[in-house]
């Protein structure tokens, strides 16, 4: 049973269009939202984070959306570039004996068109 | 330069013939993980580790085995592969800050390995 459910599987979108990808989880312990992203080859990382005290975090052409009533957050990519081709995994953490645990969406993969 | 470095990167074995995936990071953190990744199923952890000579269990441990014995070290063991460990493997470092009362950490992850067990 996934404890972070992630839609959708995979996404078209045009260049300079809006990409969003959508996250959901259920347990209230969670208190860190990251998104990785993931090149072809490469491992995942960091891209942006938020913590549920607010509703939005923005940095650059990226966005979190975050709901604590609905348990849902969304990563959007404003202006969609073909280098932002990649997939993307939203993950959620608590802390267990000081350390983080660690829960990963199924993975979101992002083909831009030029 | 920072880094988690895995090796082999591509491997393929047949059932029963053990394997080690090392895991080395450079950046002395304290935690590492080990996950895997399977379409469909995102990243799930095997087994984690909080410092040197302690580990536990993660979501997915059952056909492996970690040890810890020193801080930028983190092997994940095979003992006896079966195909329905082929998978993509990463490890994983990030670092805590104890004066911060909730959670919020940076995983470095590696460039994984591919693996295949026929």
């Known amino acids: 049973q996934q404890q972070v459910k992630q839609s959708p599987q995979s996404l078209i979108v045009q260049k300079g269009g809006i990409s969003i990808i959508n996250c959901a989880y259920e347990n209230t312990a969670f208190d860190y939202f990251p998104w990785y992203q993931q090149f072809p080859g490469k491992g995942p990382a960091l891209l942006i984070a938020?913590?549920?005290?607010?509703s939005e975090k923005k940095e650059g052409r990226f966005t979190i959306s975050f709901n604590k009533s609905a348990k849902q957050f969304s990563l959007h990519i404003m202006d969609s570039q073909p280098g932002d081709s990649a997939t993307y995994f939203c993950a959620a953490s608590y802390l267990l004996w000081n350390f983080n645990k660690f829960y990963f969406g199924s993975g979101t993969k992002l083909n831009v068109k030029p | 330069e920072a880094q988690v470095t895995q090796n082999p990167r591509y491997l393929i074995t047949v059932t029963g013939k053990k394997l080690t995936v090392t895991c080395s990071q450079n950046m002395n953190h304290e935690y590492m993980s080990w996950y895997r990744q399977d379409p469909g199923l995102g990243l799930r952890q095997i087994y984690y580790?909080?410092?040197?000579?302690?580990?536990d269990k993660g979501d997915v441990p059952e056909g492996y085995k970690v040890s810890r014995k020193e801080k930028r070290n983190f092997p994940l063991i095979l003992e006896s592969p079966s195909p329905n460990q082929t998978s993509l493997y990463f490890c994983?470092?990030?670092?805590?800050?104890?004066?911060?009362?909730?959670?919020?950490?940076?995983?470095?992850f590696g460039p994984g390995t591919r693996l295949t067990v026929l």
């Open positions: 580790s909080m410092n040197v000579e302690v580990t």
């Open positions: 938020i913590r549920p005290d607010v």
């Open positions: 994983a470092s990030s670092f805590k800050d104890r004066g911060i009362p909730y959670s919020t950490d940076t995983q470095y």
